[in-house]
């Protein structure tokens, strides 16, 4: 028995080995690629031997560090990134708030209705939404002179309704777990609703709170398609303007592979903290949703 | 779950609280008062971002909304289904892509969708071991998920590259290939794309059967092995019956994103991924914003939204049969 025991131990560890590789070799390439210069990268030739794309730089340079913002604006680029995310962090959260303690705690004519709704617009393609809202938005603006398109108030705007419906319904799983008596006990020692929401709920919820916030963060600091159409010049995202790097002139992989790294940063950092709780809120999106 | 009927979305302890909630004071309508207002934030954030903008794209879809009606598309003329015809009529460039993104956006799904799903399984399997470093690695599965789509796109496009890209390095070096092959032009950018989409795909699959996993009863496992069920006996009879209503979920959800997909294209093969890889996304958004023929995309993608539609109907049906089948 004993042999067949190491034998079974021996691949497992190979196989949790093979898995951690797969996850770990395009992280290993971008961040070989951001420390190569950029002479190295244009010359290597995977056909001749002695010019073969390598995993350690042959001369390590941090030359696409500094010089990130000299052919890309990429600061200009996160700094909007920054403001947008933040922005809808605040305000997805909020209404969030509001309409995940109402969905957990009355029983209202059209609640469930709502839900659905809310859940169905969750699956629907983006593009579907994109052509008539880019049209709104112009006409909107054109008729009333407030410019939407390009400004941050817009695309804070669009990106909140996106983030609304998974966080609320992670918010409203997450205050279904706290009991109704301790809104009961507040409410009897003279709160009104407002004061027990604010001062008894919201500490209790804190932990799902946050990671509703992290959540709408990282939504608004990764989406793809709103942002190649609706942001311009002034508000242009992190995740388009990396792709400022190629262009049918030049090609900066050392600089954008640097780039991919300073913009991963903020998910990761934010991810990791509330690890546990969005990981909970994703699982119980899928199954109890 | 997310697709049953609306009466069973509510859990058991959503409907006991609200009950006991409303319960607690009598004023319902004062109740149902502050209720509403609560939500009326969110609902007229989503009305007007994704309710309104359906109905009008249905309106665009049955007006010429073009470069020169656009300044004025609301009176812009009413054409009928002709978007619709225009939109996949093989004769015409637009046509003939419409139908081919169709193609190949099935095949896309459907290789994405499976084999992220068995990968994700058989990490979920694997995770699930006693092992050291478990709680370490189980976090690490989740770079992938977590990592921004542009950002791992990128790097993907980056290993993809015929003369610079570490993928061809091993191909010549192992002497699998004699020329570097071209990965992201051409019939072979789809199956790119495809490679980096499982890598990117399966940890959320992994994820979520690793949470299913971990809530089968132990002492399952333990009767069966007194009573001498082999370890597949186990998986088929144990494992996988507690899988299968999060699976249902968890495969309608990937076959929809699938679908949709965009980024992964637009990021490693540009605005025109080319006939052999363009899906209804990109050319959507071209035939939008590129070519300005605003009527034709929404006719595409209300196309795209009914397939969609019919995809989720007919999958749930066949769940409901054979699922009803069973129970017989």
């Known amino acids: ?289 | 779950m997310l697709w049953q009927s609306g009466s069973t979305l509510l859990t058991q302890s959503d409907r006991r609280s609200a009950g006991k909630a409303g319960a607690l004071s009598g004023w319902s309508r004062r109740q149902h008062r502050t209720a509403y207002l609560m939500i009326l934030p969110a609902v007229v954030a989503m009305l007007l971002v994704h309710y309104m903008p359906m109905l009008w794209g249905f309106y665009i879809s049955l007006h010429d909304v073009n470069l020169f009606t656009m300044a004025d598309w609301m009176n812009a003329p009413f054409i009928g289904l002709r978007n619709f015809v225009d939109a996949f009529d093989p004769s015409t460039t637009t046509g003939a892509r419409a139908l081919r993104a169709l193609l190949n956006i099935t095949v896309y799904s459907a290789v994405t969708v499976s084999v992220g799903y068995l990968i994700g399984l058989a990490v979920a399997l694997l995770l699930n071991q006693q092992f050291w470093g478990r709680t370490f690695v189980r976090g690490l599965i989740l770079l992938p998920y977590i990592t921004p789509d542009s950002v791992a796109y990128k790097v993907w496009t980056f290993i993809f590259q015929s003369r610079i890209g570490i993928l061809n390095r091993y191909l010549i070096q192992w002497g699998l290939v004699s020329e570097p092959p071209i990965w992201l032009i051409g019939p072979p950018a789809l199956w790119a794309v495809v490679a980096a989409s499982v890598w990117k795909g399966w940890p959320f699959s992994a994820l979520i059967l690793l949470a299913a996993l971990q809530k089968i009863p132990q002492d399952l496992y333990e009767a069966a092995r007194v009573d001498g069920a082999s370890i597949w006996q186990q998986f088929a009879w144990i494992t996988m019956p507690h899988l299968q209503s999060v699976t249902v979920t968890l495969l309608l959800m990937s076959i929809l994103w699938n679908f949709n997909a965009f980024n992964q294209f637009y990021v490693m093969l540009g605005r025109d991924p080319g006939v052999a890889a363009e899906v209804p996304s990109t050319l959507i958004l071209r035939e939008a914003f590129t070519n300005l023929r605003y009527g034709i995309g929404s006719a595409l993608s209300i196309i795209l939204m009914l397939i969609l539609l019919i995809v989720t109907v007919v999958y749930l049906r066949v769940l409901r049969a054979t699922a009803g089948a069973e129970e017989v």
């Open chain 1, 1 to 289: 028995m004993r042999p067949r025991r190491a034998i079974q131990q021996i691949l497992l560890y190979l196989a949790v080995g093979l898995v951690v590789l797969v996850v770990l070799v395009p992280y290993a390439w971008m961040i070989s690629g951001s420390f190569k210069e950029t002479l190295e990268l244009q010359s290597s030739d995977v056909t001749v031997a002695r010019l073969r794309p390598t995993w350690i730089p042959r001369r390590p340079t941090l030359r696409n560090y500094r010089e990130v913002n000299s052919s890309v604006p990429m600061l200009s680029y996160f700094r909007h990134s920054i403001l947008i995310s933040l922005g809808t962090m605040a305000v997805a959260t909020v209404l969030a708030l509001l309409a995940a303690y109402a969905l957990s705690r009355f029983n209202f004519r059209g609640r469930e209705a709502y839900t659905v709704s809310v859940l169905a617009t969750q699956m629907l393609p983006g593009i579907l939404f994109l052509i008539p809202y880019y049209l709104i938005f112009t006409t909107i603006s054109r008729k009333t002179g407030i410019p939407l398109r390009d400004t941050y108030w817009g695309m804070i705007f669009t990106y909140t309704s996106f983030a609304l419906p998974f966080s609320i319904v992670m918010l409203r799983s997450y205050m279904n777990g706290i009991p109704l008596e301790i809104d009961e006990q507040a409410m009897i020692d003279g709160c009104t609703r407002t004061r027990a929401l604010w001062s008894v709920i919201v500490p209790l919820a804190t932990p799902g709170i946050a990671a509703v916030a992290i959540y709408a963060f990282i939504m608004a600091w990764n989406e793809v398609l709103f942002a190649s159409v609706l942001t311009g010049r002034v508000t242009r995202t992190v995740s388009v303007g990396i792709m400022d790097y190629i262009t049918a002139t030049s090609s900066n992989w050392g600089g954008m592979m640097a780039a991919c790294i300073v913009i991963s940063i903020p998910v990761l950092i934010l991810f990791t903290a509330m690890q546990r709780y969005i990981v909970e809120g994703l699982v119980a999106g899928a199954t109890k949703g």
